[in-house]
């Protein structure tokens, strides 16, 4: 006998209670998207390899190790499952202009796939929410961008998510505070990891942003990237305090957040919660100026932000907030030839009239249909046989009410009693 497969390790199927409760969220997330104007594109799952290279930077976690690369068998080109949606999401826009007339406000959801060690809160896919604007230089869409997520939480019943945020300057800016980082760090070189002592002459800023207890204090007296930031940059920052307090939204400026990628200038921010142990963080982003001209666009500014889908439903429903699955209207119970006939009919009838009808299929007796109507949770059964093909009738049931006497209907006159009742009973609630 063949061994039972099973679903690629980190990589989750996700079964029709959870696959409801993903579309409710799914559904909040546009209509808030809409109410800040924001657009949808679809960019493919796979991209050729030297984009992510390029848009991530050699040496960061993603590109060194967690990377689904492969080549296409047929042809020979380097392909990449998608790690993030930025890179492609910046390809787009490259490749079909779109910045060219007005800025854009972009979003997207899907799978992303990462190499990481499983565990809760991190899989090998998962999903994200990315959220672009393209051409918008000042500090308002900033500020915006971080308030959209405030109004996100609230929309979702989440509360104690906290902010974080920092400004990461300007590359020039960046490369000094790099020289006095790596010059610390290597008066304490004895102190450092392995891994701090890999990332010293290639990624030193990542130091910082190690999750090595015993690398805390190291860290904490570092030099810090703020104290090397001009004037302009500084103004930058504090235009997006400005509004952020305007607002009353609450923030940490927390100097060792560095985001794991290369792209990013000035505003950094995060979004983290306590309860989810290790992986806290349900939402990263900020501002990217120089991708679109890396890549080889015309150079536009940029800002964006990513939401970990996973760790914000796990969120919701740590919180007791797990929607009940949507019950059908009615179902409809029928057997004998002639009567299989009209259901079908007046199935598509109901449906016609907007209703959740389920049809039972795989014959049986009255009595098992009946249970299994019983068990779908329908409001009503639609009893339909022989007897009542041959004069176009069927029987209506209320099945969560007590009391209520079958009645028998014309079948053109099912959906008008039906609605009828359900708005009676919604009045009642
Ligand atoms: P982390 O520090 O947790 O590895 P990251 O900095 O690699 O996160 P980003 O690339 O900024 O994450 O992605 C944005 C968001 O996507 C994260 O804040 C998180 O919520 C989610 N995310 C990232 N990697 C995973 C993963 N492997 N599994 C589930 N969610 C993830
Ligand atoms: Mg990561």
Partial sequence: MSQTLQSVRGMNDILPDEAEFWEIFEETVRSWLKCYGYRPIRMPIVEPTPLFKRAIGEVTDIVEKEMYSFEDSLNGEHLTLRPEGTAGCVRALIQHNLAAQHPRRLYYMGQMFRHERPQKGRYRQ????????????????DAEMILMGARLWGDLGLDGIELQINSLGQPEERAQHRAALIAYFEQHVDMLDDDARRRLHTNPLRILDTKNPALQDLCANAPKLIDYLGPESLAHFEGVQRVLRDAGQAFTVNPRLVRGLDYYNLTVFEWVTDRLGAQGTVCAGGRYDGLVNQLGGKPTPACGFAMGVERLIALIQEAGGAPASPAPDVYLVHQGENASRLAFRVAEGLRDQGLNVLLHCGGGSFK????????SGATFAVVIGDDEAATGEAQLKALREEGVAQRKLKVDDLAEAIIGQLIDSDEEE
């Fill in 368 to 375: 098992s249909q009946m249970k299994k109507a019983d068990a």
């Fill in 126 to 141: 998962f999903h994200q929410v990315g959220v672009e604007a393209f051409g918008f230089a000042g500090p308002d869409i």
